[in-house]
């Protein structure tokens, strides 16, 4: 058990001397409190010593009782460590993280010099509360960004992410006890009215006005990858007499160079294509090398966005009569995802198709789109309760 005892001051020298200092300032007018009298002492889980002076003895007994169970139950923090700076520990945040991409930690920089170190850089990681957190949110909500624009849900969702994981890095750190950024209401994001849900001969139309690209737009229709990790597949990630494409890096644009990197989440994954859909793609793959890619621009390397959707992808929409759709090669993850659950694929299967960090995120995206059941489950009772009742009312035979 921790040790944590009081002591009287009232023999000590130095708080004699700041008796006799404020007995001085009281008589000429002086409204100060004495000095406390009663210090509580104790030693962190660092081995050093701490000290806090009280000045009554009820005072000091509840301050002893509250370290006693913070030491007792490991959620102490030493008072002086949640003095630091929020900007320090979002810059020991950013430095730690090893995991993500490139890009991913620029756009966590960017948005940490945009929206989090201007207003809580100075605050003491220590003093940020809840309602401070919730009346941030709301600036965020009802503030132009820095482009001048309204923030998306979206964008504000991330920065409330970024400042949680610095807060977090901070009580891993043991600089405060509990963060206070969660639960916090945060605007609905209107991705889910945006999304769209090819059937499979808007599909098939769309991709045969596509030309040269016919089987790369049936790759994002029918898989549900990224467009990213679409065009970093290699010939030798494909294995068509398993119906498997694996995906294990992606392209990034990084101030308008591609960057080969690692899968958004690292979630390394293998995609099942339709069988009809893989004999489509060995003339692709058949006789090249395997660090080749798969698909290419038309002068040869890795496939750019901006390009893409300029030479090839807006005539395909307008081809296909789709252009009230406001569709996007990303959208077509959505396509995937409505064709797979229509298909019967449970949510864990959906899941590993997109690279989803958690079952529960494939859920809140497209949890709607699978049946309900409901009917199913009723009817089962139904027929279980049918059999329970025609047994207890069934006529008893003469007992012999």
């Given at each position: 058990?921790?040790?944590?005892?009081?002591?009287?001051?009232?023999?000590?020298?130095?708080?004699?001397?700041?008796?006799?200092?404020?007995?001085?300032?009281k008589?000429?007018?002086?409204?100060?409190?004495?000095?406390?009298?009663?210090?509580?002492?104790?030693?962190g889980p660092?081995?050093?010593?701490?000290?806090?002076t009280?000045?009554?003895?009820p005072?000091?007994?509840?301050?002893?009782q509250?370290?006693?169970?913070?030491?007792?139950?490991?959620?102490?923090?030493d008072?002086?460590?949640?003095?630091?700076?929020?900007?320090?520990?979002?810059?020991e945040?950013h430095?730690s993280l090893?995991?993500?991409?490139?890009r991913?930690?620029?756009?966590y920089?960017?948005?940490?010099?945009?929206?989090?170190?201007?207003?809580?850089?100075d605050?003491?990681?220590?003093?940020v509360?809840?309602?401070?957190v919730?009346?941030?949110?709301?600036e965020?909500?009802?503030?132009?960004?820095?482009?001048?624009r309204?923030?998306?849900?979206?964008?504000i969702a991330?920065?409330?992410?970024?400042?949680?994981?610095?807060?977090?890095?901070?009580?891993r750190?043991?600089?405060?006890?509990?963060?206070?950024?969660?639960?916090?209401?945060?605007?609905?994001?209107?991705?889910e009215?945006?999304?769209?849900?090819?059937?499979?001969?808007?599909?098939e139309?769309?991709?045969?006005?596509?030309?040269r690209?016919?089987t790369?737009?049936?790759?994002?229709?029918?898989t549900?990858?990224?467009?990213?990790e679409?065009?970093?597949?290699?010939?030798?990630?494909?294995?068509?007499?398993?119906?498997?494409?694996?995906?294990?890096?992606?392209?990034?644009?990084i101030d308008g160079?591609?960057e080969?990197?690692p899968?958004?989440?690292?979630?390394?994954?293998?995609?099942?294509?339709?069988r009809?859909?893989?004999?489509?793609?060995?003339?692709?793959?058949a006789?090249?090398h395997?660090?080749?890619?798969?698909?290419?621009?038309?002068?040869?390397?890795p496939?750019?966005?901006?390009?893409?959707?300029?030479?090839?992808?807006?005539?395909?929409?307008?081809?296909?009569?789709?252009?009230g759709?406001?569709?996007?090669?990303h959208?077509?993850r959505h396509?995937?995802?409505s064709?797979?659950?229509?298909?019967?694929?449970?949510?864990k299967?959906?899941?590993?198709?997109?690279?989803?960090?958690?079952?529960?995120?494939?859920?809140d995206?497209?949890?709607?789109?699978?049946?309900?059941?409901?009917?199913e489950?009723?009817?089962?009772?139904?027929?279980?309760?049918?059999?329970?009742l025609?047994?207890?009312?069934?006529?008893v035979?003469?007992?012999?």
């Amino acid at each position: 058990m921790a040790r944590v005892w009081i002591e009287d001051r009232a023999n000590h020298a130095d708080y004699q001397a700041a008796m006799e200092k404020w007995q001085a300032a009281k008589r000429e007018g002086s409204k100060r409190q004495p000095p406390g009298r009663w210090r509580v002492r104790w030693y962190g889980p660092d081995g050093l010593p701490k000290a806090k002076t009280c000045r009554t003895v009820p005072q000091a007994e509840a301050e002893q009782q509250a370290l006693l169970q913070k030491l007792d139950k490991g959620s102490y923090r030493d008072p002086q460590s949640g003095k630091a700076a929020v900007r320090l520990v979002a810059d020991e945040w950013h430095g730690s993280l090893r995991k993500q991409g490139r890009r991913t930690k620029d756009d966590y920089r960017e948005l940490l010099d945009l929206y989090v170190i201007p207003k809580w850089g100075d605050w003491q990681v220590g003093a940020v509360q809840w309602a401070d957190v919730s009346e941030w949110v709301n600036e965020l909500c009802n503030t132009p960004g820095a482009r001048g624009r309204p923030l998306s849900p979206s964008r504000i969702a991330k920065t409330y992410y970024v400042l949680s994981s610095v807060m977090k890095h901070a009580v891993r750190t043991h600089r405060i006890a509990n963060s206070p950024v969660h639960d916090h209401d945060l605007p609905r994001s209107a991705d889910e009215d945006d999304h769209v849900y090819l059937t499979h001969e808007q599909l098939e139309t769309l991709a045969d006005h596509a030309g040269r690209y016919q089987t790369f737009v049936r790759t994002l229709g029918y898989t549900g990858i990224r467009w990213g990790e679409a065009i970093a597949i290699k010939v030798g990630r494909t294995r068509l007499d398993d119906r498997r494409v694996r995906i294990l890096q992606a392209y990034s644009d990084i101030d308008g160079h591609l960057e080969l990197g690692p899968v958004k989440n690292h979630e390394k994954r293998s995609v099942p294509i339709p069988r009809s859909f893989a004999d489509e793609l060995r003339p692709l793959v058949a006789g090249r090398h395997r660090d080749e890619l798969v698909f290419t621009a038309p002068e040869g390397g890795p496939m750019r966005y901006p390009n893409f959707r300029r030479r090839d992808w807006d005539k395909a929409v307008k081809a296909a009569a789709l252009t009230g759709l406001s569709l996007t090669p990303h959208k077509l993850r959505h396509t995937a995802a409505s064709l797979a659950i229509a298909a019967g694929a449970d949510v864990k299967v959906v899941q590993t198709m997109l690279g989803h960090k958690s079952a529960a995120m494939t859920l809140d995206v497209y949890g709607h789109l699978w049946p309900d059941r409901l009917d199913e489950v009723a009817d089962v009772l139904d027929a279980g309760r049918t059999a329970a009742l025609a047994k207890l009312r069934a006529p008893v035979g003469p007992v012999d």
